[in-house]
């Protein structure tokens, strides 16, 4: 079955670092990949997509990688701000699995805390 | 979120109770889809729904019923409680499956809990 690792344990940096959090799946050859955001008490809010044929994304302050060999993405927020501390997830597109309708699964998500 | 509309925010039920949740989106979206969310378990798919009259199961279906009538509404009804649904329950919606650069949409969740 398929499968999304998140590291469960929080990452905490200082402000101003670069945090790198890292998205790990088995058994899959998604055609896209997306990362969210949640704050407490909050719904997801989308961030980033990134295609298979694609290697890397920019949004502002946002990077994604995506290495479909190392089935691995990781996502770097530079110059982290307090204000950036929240749970970040990974999901995963399953279209080639799911007749053509566009379905997400999603890892359990890491914590980043930004510390000033 | 501005456009995707879940009511009631919270809600405490008994056992064997009947529950519906209610979902409502402005953007004529064609899809929507209900999501769990427990610790340790991530976001886990209940029922999506590509378009009105269209509906399937995902990964968790088991207690839950869905309906879609209208393309702006997707009401997730527990017909029979359990404890083991205590959860946070989040519907979604999205464009569609060939323009997926939108992401999804979430609204802010129903806590339900089921005593």
């Known amino acids: 079955s398929q499968k999304i690792e998140q590291n469960s344990e929080a990452l905490n940096i200082q402000e101003g670092k670069t945090a790198t959090l890292t998205c790990n799946y088995t058994n899959y050859s998604p055609a896209y990949l997306q990362w969210y955001r949640q704050d407490p008490g909050r719904g997801p809010v989308f961030l980033l997509l990134?295609?298979?044929?694609?290697k890397e994304k920019r949004k502002e302050r946002l990077k994604v990688t995506f290495d479909t060999t190392l089935k691995q993405s990781l996502f770097h927020i530079t110059a982290s701000q307090p204000a950036d501390s929240a749970t970040y997830l990974c999901?995963?597109?399953?279209?080639?699995?799911?007749?053509?309708?566009?379905?997400?699964?999603f890892g359990a998500g890491t914590r980043l805390a930004v510390h000033p | 979120d501005a456009g995707i509309t879940q009511s009631p925010r919270y809600k405490i039920t008994e056992t064997g109770r009947q529950v519906t949740l209610m979902c409502h989106q402005t953007w004529s979206h064609s899809y929507m889809f209900w999501y769990r969310q427990d610790l340790g378990h991530g976001l886990r798919l209940i029922y999506y729904?590509?378009?009105?009259?269209?509906?399937d199961k995902g990964e968790v279906p088991d207690g839950y019923v869905v309906s879609r009538s209208k393309t702006e509404n997707f009401p997730l009804t527990l017909e029979s409680a359990t404890r083991s649904q205590t959860s946070v329950y989040f519907c979604?919606?999205?464009?569609?499956?060939?323009?997926?650069?939108?992401?999804?949409?979430f609204g802010s969740g129903t806590r339900l809990t089921v005593v």
């Open positions: 999901a995963l597109d399953t279209t080639s699995f799911s007749g053509g309708y566009n379905k997400l699964i």
């Open positions: 990134i295609r298979e044929n694609e």
């Open positions: 729904s590509a378009a009105a009259d269209i509906t």
């Open positions: 979604a919606s999205s464009v569609s499956g060939a323009l997926a650069n939108y992401g999804y949409t």
